[in-house]
């Protein structure tokens, strides 16, 4: 949601989108019309122009040292995130809570009004949701395996264990800033595009595709507003477009080294569908 900030260096989950569009659909939203388009590959740039482009590692480490460092990043073991989101021209707005631990633990707690309390967790083997309109569900296959890809603490920095490849695309203008664009080819499959700050070296955004209830669902986010919690920077304004639907997130507070293990255990409701 990349939302928040989930952990160091890291923004939004990317099923952040799903999680909140998934409860609204249920309710009857008219999104459920709506159709998801998974982002067209880049044509590619002469040789020539691709020989010029710094590496996608050297963009990734460059980023990493504007955040704060990998020394800083690896410091910390957990990461609890508040704030508020509002899904743009529905005039909803709500309370939304991230809890990240290593090695890939993850929960996502979103109040809306009128919708209640939506919970996305993996506890480091199991993915659920739960919603008062959805109900509790478990995710499995490939849903199952993008969340755990999605919940590694330390998935900013990058490893290359995680992708078959990486790459610098092209400099392009993203949201109006010039922006080298890297493509990642997830490990077990599927592209993740990510956007660097020519200027900065920060993460500006980034293009994504996952598995959902609804379907595989394509998102854009957007992320800015950087500011200092602690010994690292965080975006503080995160917006994400999916399926015609704009969320945006304020981030209000970041902690780290807080969170208890027990705020990963799943709810009796999930715990009865595990076998």
Known sequence: ?????????????????????AALLAAASPLAAQTAQVPAAAPKAP??????????????????????????????????????????????????????AKPNLSLVKVTLPGIGEILD???????????PVMGPMVYQAKEL???????????????????????????????????????????????DIEFYDVATGLKAGGLTSRTTPMGEVASTSV?????????????????QTSMGAKQEVTISTVDYDKVTPSVFEPPASIKALIK
Request: aromatic letters at 8%; one cysteine or more.
């Open 121 to 131: 967790g993996f506890d480091g083997k199991t993915g659920w949701m739960t919603s």
């Open 223 to 239: 992320m800015g507003e950087y500011k200092k919690f602690g010994d690292l920077l965080q975006p503080t304004y995160i917006s």
């Open 47 to 100: 040789a020539a122009d691709l020989a010029e482009l710094p590496s996608a590692r050297s963009l990734i480490e460059r980023h990493i040292t504007a955040v704060g460092g990998r020394k800083a990043i690896m410091a910390h073991t957990s990461t609890h995130v508040t704030g508020t989101m509002t899904i743009a021209g529905s005039g909803m707005s709500g309370a939304v809570e991230l809890f990240n």
């Open 145 to 191: 395996a993008d969340r755990k890809f999605d919940a590694d603490y330390y998935g900013d920095l990058h490893d290359d264990s995680r992708y078959s490849s990486m790459r610098t695309v092209e400099k392009t203008t993203f949201e109006g800033k010039a922006c080298y664009k890297v493509s990642l080819m997830r490990a077990g499959g599927g592209e």
């Open 1 to 21: 949601m990349r939302i928040c900030v989930s952990r160091p260096g890291r923004a939004v989950p990317s099923n952040m989108t799903s999680l909140v569009l």
